[in-house]
């Protein structure tokens, strides 16, 4: 099968790339790395009127410290986000995760914003902005905003970007000495989407791990967040062993799909041991 016939632009300038998603009355996409997009077109699940070309957008493409966030612009491509230093040093959880998104060549020319307006419910890279607590900076004909990552995802590929809107960038906290990270994923093959995974942050102070998130995907339509098990760990001192109750938690907080991929009962198993594996990695120190 081949795409319904379309309009192709190159933006020139994202307030031209506005105008142009502006004039289109919702029928028109932005195309980034294309590796998700042109797939949906040639399948026609997808069928715009017109294809906004944002590529050769540089101020999108950069990667840069404002106070104690990192902001990573949406047309950063996920190979090059994965090798910065910066991002290795100031969001270690990103770099990691990267390196599970689909294969190379794939991440030479997919992108964070791509990845991120996407919303695909089993991809790392929303569990990692929620995980974060970060936020995504939206630009339209309106203006400028900014949407914590927790409220941006909505739904099964439904997110908060509106008709016309083109995401500009993500910011992330910039990681601390007290900053600790988890992440893990099962998948049938290496570069497949995750049947099951799960991004942690937390802050370590004296011996305890706080402010905890546990972020699964592939679990639901969108990022979940495991608050019961959260709480769980939580409760007591690194060193004693909150694991089995956090697993057990977890029935409170993850319905996972069955599919032709897992059922719901081997979704559940590697949502506990993926827990009991990541907040290990949590515990330990950073350099
Ligand atoms: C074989 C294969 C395996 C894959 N495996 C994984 C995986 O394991 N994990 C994973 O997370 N991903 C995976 N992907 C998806 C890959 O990461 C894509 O690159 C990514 O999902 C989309 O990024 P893109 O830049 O290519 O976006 P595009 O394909 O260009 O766009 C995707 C969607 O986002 C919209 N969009 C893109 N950028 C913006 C923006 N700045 N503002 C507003 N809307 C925008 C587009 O209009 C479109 O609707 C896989 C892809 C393939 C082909």
Redesign the pocket.
């Known amino acids: 099968m081949k795409a319904a016939p379309f309009s192709y632009a190159k933006a020139r300038s994202l307030e031209h790339a506005l105008e142009l998603l502006g004039q289109a009355d919702g029928e028109a996409?932005?195309?980034?790395?294309?590796?998700?997009?042109?797939?949906?077109l040639n399948l026609r699940l997808?069928s715009p009127r017109l294809l906004v070309d944002?590529n050769g957008l540089a101020d999108?493409d950069t990667i840069a410290l404002d106070g104690d966030r990192l902001v990573l612009g949406?047309?950063v491509r996920?190979a090059a986000a994965e090798r910065s230093p910066t991002v290795i040093e100031c969001a270690p959880l990103i770099a990691q995760a990267l390196s599970?998104?689909?294969?190379p060549a794939?991440?030479n020319?997919?992108?964070l914003?791509?990845?991120i307006?996407?919303a695909?419910p089993?991809?790392?890279?929303p569990a990692c902005l929620v995980a974060l607590g970060g936020e995504v900076e939206i630009v339209g004909l309106a203006g400028r905003r900014r949407v914590a990552a927790e409220k941006f995802f909505k739904g099964l590929y439904e997110t908060d970007?509106q008709p016309g809107?083109?995401?500009?960038a993500v910011r992330v906290p910039a990681a601390t000495q007290a900053s600790r990270y988890g992440f893990g994923e099962f998948?049938r093959r290496k570069?497949?989407?995750?049947l099951v995974g799960l991004c942690a942050t937390a802050r370590a102070s004296a011996g305890r791990l706080q402010d905890l998130r546990l972020v699964f995907f592939g679990v639901g339509v969108k990022p979940v967040r495991a608050r019961a098990a959260e709480a769980e760990i939580e409760r007591a001192p690194l060193e004693e062993n909150r694991i089995r109750k956090a697993i057990a938690a977890l029935a409170n907080d993850l319905d996972p799909p069955e599919d032709i991929h897992a059922s719901k009962a081997l979704r559940t198993h590697l949502a506990g041991v993926l827990l009991e594996r990541t907040v290990q990695q949590l515990s330990v120190s950073r350099p």
């Open positions: 996409r932005v195309l980034a790395g294309g590796q998700s997009l042109i797939a949906a997808s944002i999108l949406a047309l996920q599970h998104v689909a294969h794939i991440r020319r997919g992108t914003g791509g990845s307006a996407l695909d089993a991809a790392e890279l970007l809107e083109v995401l500009a998948a570069g497949d989407y995750a």
